[in-house]
């Protein structure tokens, strides 16, 4: 098989880690943005026959997105037989129903768009919650892979007697099978969100908490307001400092110094995307999948061989 694995700029480590796994190429491409926000995609010219692997996180989705679908045009241009697409943290998934009236319901229409371009999708944890799954919005071949073996593996040798908390029930999916992984209790709070950054969290349960050095786990951390509550409920009730796990270093804004500040024992992520916090890496979890769905064949690959 003639694999290639074309990495935007932003995962070239993960790509090294990943390439050997499967077997495949390392590509080139280069994303570059012009003053007027336009991008251009370059991309290696050798992918005749070949089966291409874009590998993209979407944490910045607007602009990516697009250059993705040139991405995936070019590479069929040269010739690639496939084009699959790696996005190990996959956007637009929290918008899932119209919460206001007049709202787009993003995630079907953020899938509708990536999946014209691409025969098949690798993801990690995609925030799947009144969308229970992704067969639901995208057509083309999906798989997602859950990082709580990596995550579970990481606090079983770095923490001792932890108690995991979730901020929020619709992190409960997530803290529920680490904390199984790594045979630790957990505790899931409920969170109030009145605005972008204006949220509230549930106490925890101190009795339980008791002995227990706690490790705040959030699939996604955007602008940190959640996980900044908590700790500041875990340091008022006296508990030590938390070490907090983010599977998705997205870190809007100064989220990651806001955290930094925020009395944190260690901030952690898994490296779906590019951050000095990754400590945990999911390259071996996600070989299995792409090997899955490597050289599958889609409507939009046949049309542009015929
Ligand atoms: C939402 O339910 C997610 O699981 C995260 O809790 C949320 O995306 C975190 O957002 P922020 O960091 O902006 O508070």
């Known amino acids: ?7 935007f700029p932003a995962q070239r480590r993960l790509a090294e880690e990943l390439a050997p ?3 495949a190429r390392l590509g080139h491409l280069d994303w570059r ?10 991309i290696d010219e050798a992918l005749q026959g070949a089966d291409a692997v874009l590998l993209s996180s979407l944490n910045q989705p607007d602009a990516l997105a697009l250059a993705l679908r040139f991405a995936a045009a070019t590479a069929r241009e040269f010739g690639a037989r496939s084009v699959g697409l790696v996005a190990p943290y996959l956007a637009y998934m929290r918008q899932d129903r119209r919460f206001h009236p007049g709202e787009a319901v993003s995630a079907p229409l953020f899938a509708a768009f990536l999946q014209e371009g691409v025969d098949w999708l690798v993801t990690v944890d995609p925030h799947l ?10 057509r083309i071949p999906t798989r997602h892979v859950a990082a709580a073996p990596a995550v579970a593996a990481w ?7 932890p108690l995991l908390i979730g901020p929020d029930g619709e992190s409960a999916q997530w803290v529920a099978h680490i904390a199984a992984l790594a045979e630790a209790p957990f505790q899931v ?41 908590t700790l500041g409920h875990l340091a008022r009730l006296g508990m030590p400092a ?39 890496a999911l390259a071996k979890l996600l070989a299995p999948a792409c ?16």
């Open 33 to 42: 943005r012009f003053p007027d926000g336009e991008s251009l995609v370059t």
């Open 291 to 306: 090997r899955e769905l490597l050289g599958t064949d889609h409507p939009a690959a046949a049309r542009t061989k015929a």
């Open 1 to 7: 098989m003639n694999t290639v694995l074309l990495p």
């Open 242 to 280: 938390a070490t907090v796990v983010a599977i998705h270093a997205v870190f809007a804004g100064d989220a990651y110094a806001a955290l930094q500040a925020a009395g944190a024992a260690r901030i952690v992520s898994c490296d779906s995307i590019s951050h000095p916090s990754n400590a945990i």
């Open 189 to 229: 709070l409920h969170k109030e969100r009145r605005g972008d950054r204006d949220v509230s969290v549930s106490l925890p349960d101190l009795a339980a908490a008791a002995g227990r050095n706690p490790v705040i786990v959030d699939d996604i951390v955007s602008s940190g307001h959640t996980v900044i509550e």
């Open 155 to 161: 606090i079983r040798t770095e923490v001792v007697h």
């Open 129 to 138: 919650h009144r969308i229970d799954r992704l067969e639901r919005i995208f």
């Open 21 to 23: 796994l499967l077997d």
